[in-house]
Structure formats: structure tokens, C-alpha cells
């Protein structure tokens, strides 16, 4: 039987939500991952220190019996953030990072910044007190084709702010684009990127072609088939500057098949399992383990892991439901499955 072990991952971008879907996700989450990176965007948004330890008081509250597992807590910028929650956030043991949403990029952003030069003095403050910038790097403007919106920021926005704050730690996360690799791998070590199963195993005929499907539908939307063979070349590389963020993002599945489906993949299920399925198919499985379980880490100034998992190379299908949730992929084949953890 053929097997693979690696030291245990850490998942650095996932929304684990609240309330009933955060007990049936977060144990998927915990047998595999270490530690994850939380999303901040809940109805409302986790905006302040305090908020984000009550929610990581919910998420501990929501974790199986005798899971190891680490929430790494982030805020949510907005224009109304104050330089004191961001010096209070970095005093704070249990938050990570601030996540910047473009106002009405994707699900639950309508707080988030409208426009980006308003808020420099808060990124000033977030390079100031060493906390990492995450970003959602699509532009919301309407007039912009949805599949441009990712390379219209990068040059519209983060050209600008990886110059003028140039010792900011920023992770432009689920990079969808080549033009988005490209920016990473050309500007200096404080920025990375994360990238999603998603992104690795399919391209935008996964949600048009042959009827829709919205269960492939996430933001930023997946591209065509050359961003996908980008990624791959990016993810496999052995360059330190991409490593795994999963955005698993779920929603009820009334929410998914609907006259205005809601964005986002569920894949915390078997994310392992989807990402050695990608590597596997570059003939590149390794350099699974330094882009699940050390970049991210170093990168976030955090010790790696020392313990591992295993996956033995085994056929099984995915169910069609967790819950009310639909799994990426669900109903069809993985050749990996994850065994100890
Ligand atoms: O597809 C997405 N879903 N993209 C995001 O940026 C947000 C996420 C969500 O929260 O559902
Ligand atoms: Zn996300």
C-alpha cells in the first residue's frame, strides 16, 4: 500500500462560520490541520479583539473531544478601524492578522473598505506593529469583467501598497490568476500567497460547461485552463511563497442552488486528499509538504509542526452530503485518504 506522511499541515485561510455549520465543519478541519487561519467575515463582522475571542471561545466550545487544534484568530479591516484595536490586536496572543475585503467583493463583505487610500494610515499602523495584511485581491467595480477583477487589483492596488508600506507582511490570499503568481514571485519576501484546492483542480468549465453548477462557484471565480497550469507551476515549486489556504467556504445547499447562489467551495472534508490529488497529477507529491506544513509557518513567524499524518493512496467517494452542505467534488472519487492523523 502506498503511503505518504507528512508533517501535519496548518490550513492558513478558512471561514469555519458560527452556530450550527461551525459543529459540523470544525472537526474536518481538526483532524487534519494543526492550526488554521479563521475568517473574519460573520453576520456581523469580527471586528474587534474582543469579538474575535469570544468567536474563538465558540470555536474551542465547537471542537471535538481531545482535538489538538490551534484557531489562529484574524480581524476584519474597516474604514472604521481604530489605530488602538490594531496595537490591541498585536498585544493580543490569539490574533494573527487583518483580512481586507474590498466593499462587496464576496460573501458578508458589504463592511468592508471601499476605498483603499482612506485607510493607509491603518495599514501604516498593521507594518508598524508587524501584523500581516490579508487580502481579498479582486477589485468590485462594476464595470470590471469578473475574470479580470483579480489582475485589475493587483495592478490597480497592490502594486501601490507593496510600495509605499514596504516592510507590511501581506498574503495575497487565494491567488486564482498567472498574473497574480507573476506579482508574488517578483515582489519582495513580505508578500505570499495561498491557494485553494479549487483553484489546482479545476477551471471555469468546472461551473459552465455542460449545465451549471454552482457548488464550483466561489470567488475569485476559477479561470481558464493556463491561470490553473500557473498555479500548479506555482504550488509544486518549492518556492516558499505559496503555500495552503484552503478557503473551504461553506453554505447550505439552499443557499448554493439558488436564483443567486452564494460563493464558495466546502472542502475542509478531505483538503488534504484534494490537494494531493493535484500534486500527484504534476508528478510533484514532493513538494506537498513544504506548501502544507512549512511556508505558511515560516511565513507567519510560527514553529512548524513536529507531529504528522498519513495518507494511503486508496479510492473512496465522497459523500454527497455533510449535513445540508455539498462537498466539493461530491459523489465522485479520491485516490487519497487521509488514515492517522
Ligand atoms: O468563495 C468565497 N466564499 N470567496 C470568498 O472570498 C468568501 C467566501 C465565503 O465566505 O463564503
Ligand atoms: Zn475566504
Redesign the pocket.
Known sequence: MKTLTIIRPDDWHI?VRNGVILKTVLPHTAQQFARAII?P?LKPPVTTVAQALVYREEILSALPQGAKFTPLMTLYLTAATTIAEIKAAAESEHIYAFKL?PAG?????DAGVADINAIYPLLAALEKYALPLLV?GEVTDDNCDIFDRERVFVDRHLTAIMRDFPHLRVVL??VTTSEAVQFVEAASDNIAATITPQHLLFNRNAILAGGIKPHY????ILKRETHRQALIKAATSGNAKFFLGT?S???TRDLKENACG????YSAFGALELYAEAFEQADALDKLEGFASFYGADFYRLPRNTDTITLEKQTWTIPHTYSDITPLKAGENLSWKLVSA
Open positions: 471561514h475568517m467575515n475585503y467583493a464576496t460573501t458578508n463583505s481579498h490570499e487565494h462557484y466561489c470567488l475569485p478557503d467556504a461553506p453554505h452564494c460563493a464558495g467551495c
